[in-house]
C-alpha cells in the first residue's frame, strides 16, 4: 500500500503538470517579448482554447539495479475538469526478469477537490485529493487567464534549436528558483497537509535549487501552431538534486551512491493530440460503489 500511495500522488502530479502545461499563455505583450518568446506567446494562445486533449506519456529510468519503464495514455478535459488514464509500469531488473503492474485511473472535480479512483491489483480505492491555487484557477474561467499569466515568471528562456517544413522545436528553460517558490506558496496554503508532507516539500524545494534551472524541448506543429509534444531529459537535474543528499550520506556509502547517480538516466515524453475531439469522461460506475476511501480526512 505504501508504493501504491506514492504512486497515486505521482500519477495525480503528472495529470497536473500536463494540464497545466496544455493550459498555460503568456499575458504579456506579445511584441514586449524576445522573437522565440513572442511565438510562443502566440502557440499557448491558442492551446489556452483547448477544452479537452489526448495525452501519451512514457518515462524511463535506466539504473545499475534495472530499468523502469512507465506508460500512460490519458484523456483530459477541462468542464467539468476530469481525467482518465490507462498506466503500465514495468521493471526489468539486471537478470532481464520483468515484472509489469497495470494502473486504471479516473479523477473528477469533486466539491472544489479533486476526487481520485484508481483500480489496481483487481481494487477499487479512491483519495481526496485539494487542488492547489493553480488549479483552482484552471476551474474558474474568469481566473484562468490571471493564473496563466503567473506561469510565465517560470520561463527564463526560450530557443529555437531546429525547424522542419512542418515543426519547430524549441528549448525551454524553467527558472527553478520561482518554480521552488510556488511550491513553498502552493504547501503554505494547503491546510490539509500533514507535518510530514510539509517536511517532505521543504526538501522537496532544496532539491529542486540543488537541481538548477531545467531545460525540455516542445515541438510544435507551424501549421496549426499546437504543441504536439513535450521531452524532458532530466538526468543531469536529478543528479544535481540527488547530490544535494550526499553530504549527509555514510562515507562508506556515499561512493556507491554517486557510482550509481553517474550511472542512471531519466528521460520524459509526452505527445498531445485529439484536440477538443475527447468524449465525456464518465466515472465506471463499478468505481463509484466499490472503491474504498484511503483519504486522508477519511481515518479521522
Known sequence: MGFLRKFKWGAALLGSLLFVAMHTSFAFAAEKLPPEKAYLYDVYKNMAKISSVHYDVSIKADTPLGTVETVVNGDAQDKPLSMKN??????????????????????????????????????????MLPVDPVMKASLAADEKFNSQAEMLKFIKSVKLIRETPTFK?????????????????TVKQDKMQNKDMQRAAAVGRLALLAAGDIKYIVKVDKATKMIKEFEFDLTEPIRKGAGLFLDIAEPKDRAAIEDFLAKSTLHMQATYSQFNQISPIEIPQEARDNATDISPMSKI
Request: net charge negative; aromatic share 12%; proline share 0%.
Open 169 to 185: 522545436y524549441m528549448e525551454v528553460t524553467l527558472d527553478m528558483i520561482e518554480v521552488s517558490d510556488a511550491v513553498g506558496a
Open 86 to 127: 490507462d498506466a503500465s509500469i514495468t521493471y526489468r531488473d539486471m537478470l532481464n526478469n520483468e515484472n509489469t503492474m497495470l494502473v486504471k485511473q479516473y479523477v473528477e472535480q469533486y466539491q472544489g477537490n479533486l476526487m481520485m479512483y484508481m483500480f489496481v491489483n483487481q481494487t477499487w480505492v479512491k483519495q
